[in-house]
């Protein structure tokens, strides 16, 4: 499968300079891994799927080249990706440890809603809400455990590559989806 990377023009009037989002963390007093996991956890906890009568359970796991297929990885991240992260100030991959975090919960929908059609929001739509929303919650319950919508940053900034890549079982129609996404440092 060849990756198929969407790069849209920057809007002439759209937001310019450094990617504000992100330095909503530098003064926490966690760790960036103790912010990944907290988000990671709180997600999967909004996500609960209403019939689970038991735990919802998280796997978290960091795998190095032997423990995931390299070479899809690979396949993935193109070299006009590569061209691009560089030019935002990225490291360049084959310079680094190559290891992935893989997240994995169970027990919750999956990602629900529409995945056509990145405009359609609201109620029951947190496929878009996860990949194309940020800086506005999209969580309804009042149990939620985040309501910014700026916490999903934390996994592109423990990405080198600054990516993510989601697949999800949804429970409403049990359909298979992956996608990814990146969040580019804006300098």
């Known amino acids: 499968m060849t990756a198929k990377w969407k790069f849209p023009p920057t809007s002439a009037f759209g937001v310019q300079g450094r990617d504000l989002s992100e330095d909503n963390f530098a003064q926490e007093e966690r760790s960036s891994l103790e912010i990944l996991i907290r988000e990671a956890l709180q997600n ?9 009568t038991s735990s919802v359970k998280v796997n978290i796991q960091v795998l190095d080249a032997e423990g995931y297929d390299a070479a899809y990885l690979h396949d993935l991240v193109t070299k006009e990706y590569m061209a691009r992260l ?3 100030g990225g490291s360049a ?3 680094v440890d190559k290891r992935v975090i893989v997240i994995e919960d169970f027990g919750t929908t999956g990602l629900q809603g529409t995945y ?3 405009n359609v929001d609201g109620a029951g739509e947190n496929w878009n809400a996860f990949w194309f929303r940020e800086g506005e919650g999209a969580k309804s319950s009042a149990g939620s455990n985040g309501r910014a919508g ?3 940053i ?6 080198v590559a600054r990516s993510v890549f989601g697949y999800t079982v949804r429970k409403s129609d049990q359909k ?11 300098m």
């Not at 934390?154 to 990405?159: E, L, P, W």
């Not at 992956?178 to 969040?183: D, F, I, P, Q, T």
């Open 44 to 52: 999967t906890l909004d996500a609960r799927a209403p019939d689970n």
């Open 86 to 88: 560089e030019a935002s």
């Open 93 to 95: 991959l084959q310079n």
């Open 116 to 118: 056509i059609d990145h």
């Open 150 to 152: 700026q916490g999903k």
């Open 154 to 159: 934390t996994y592109y900034r423990a990405s």
């Open 176 to 186: 298979e989806l992956l996608m990814g996404r990146s969040a580019f440092r804006r």
